[in-house]
């Protein structure tokens, strides 16, 4: 009988065994017995510790136990479709747990979909052992969000109207209004903020932000640009992000650190 979560794949260890450092630990949320069942065998080998869910419902139980540092969501599943999970997660529940977004359907337009719904990666199958990996590395390298419980001053970013709060990871139209940015988009856009008026090469870019990938061709951080312009309001007559055909991108206002 399949259950919602494979709890007998997923130990690790016998009971009062030494370890070091906690493994991360990854949610992996497909409807396929197979696919679970393969993933779970690479990413145990590679050192991983894995739980998984068949579904919607099973994934916020799992959720509601546990604690992870990324989640494999399919998408192509009964009932809620993986999109509408991440939407759920980014938007509703306010999760900022990495999501790579698993799809048998490799269009552009569902890459751009998984990004704008907030996931950090979209990978197509099917995919090989090494970009997988690769693709898991790159996201978990990110510098773990730390919050500090009483900070000795505000950390705010000033440009062209618009604020950012580094300490509370949240952004701020003229008019006050917060605007959303996934966790990719805010990594990104902290990149080009801290080296405001300068050309910043694409490899680099993808290097200081949570969108960096192993495979240096990948469109992610292109579409996350994209996102970031389009949730600044840049227009023609006015843009903050503009591309540098050749050479990257360069935010080109001035900003001021308060």
């Not at 949610?27 to 679970?36: A, Q, S, T």
């Not at 996931?119 to 898991?136: G, N, Q, V």
């Not at 000033?158 to 988009?185: I, N, P």
Request: net charge neutral; aromatic share 6%.
């Amino acid at each position: 009988m399949q259950q919602s979560c494979n709890k007998s794949l997923d130990e690790v260890g016998p009971a009062g065994e030494t370890r070091g450092p906690p493994l991360p630990s990854l949610l992996i949320v497909d409807d396929d017995p197979g696919m679970r069942t393969a993933l779970i065998k690479i990413l145990r080998a590679n050192g991983y510790h894995c739980l998984t869910a068949v579904d919607g419902n099973a994934m916020w139980e799992v959720i509601g136990r546990n604690s992870f540092d990324l989640i494999l969501l399919d998408v192509m599943m009964p009932g809620v479709s993986g999109f509408d999970l991440c939407r759920q997660l980014r938007f509703q529940d306010g999760n900022q747990v990495p999501i790579i977004i698993i799809s048998a359907r490799g269009e552009e337009a569902d890459l751009v979909t998984g990004l704008e719904l907030g996931a950090d990666d979209y990978i197509a199958k099917p995919f090989s052992t090494r970009e997988l990996l690769a693709r898991i590395r790159a996201v978990l390298r990110r510098p773990p969000l730390v919050v500090d419980p009483a900070p000795r001053r505000s950390e705010l970013l000033r440009f062209a109207g618009w604020t950012l709060d580094l300490r509370q990871r949240q952004l701020f139209a003229g008019s006050g209004a917060r605007v959303e940015l996934s966790g990719a988009e805010y990594d990104l856009l902290v990149a080009l903020l801290e080296h405001p008026q300068v050309v910043i090469g694409r490899d680099n870019l993808l290097e200081m932000s949570r969108a960096r990938l192993g495979n240096a061709s990948d469109r992610t951080v292109d579409v996350h640009i994209c996102r970031l312009r389009r949730k600044l309001g840049d227009e023609a007559d006015r843009t903050l992000i503009r591309t540098v055909r050749g050479a990257g991108y360069i935010f080109t206002q001035p900003v001021e650190r308060v």
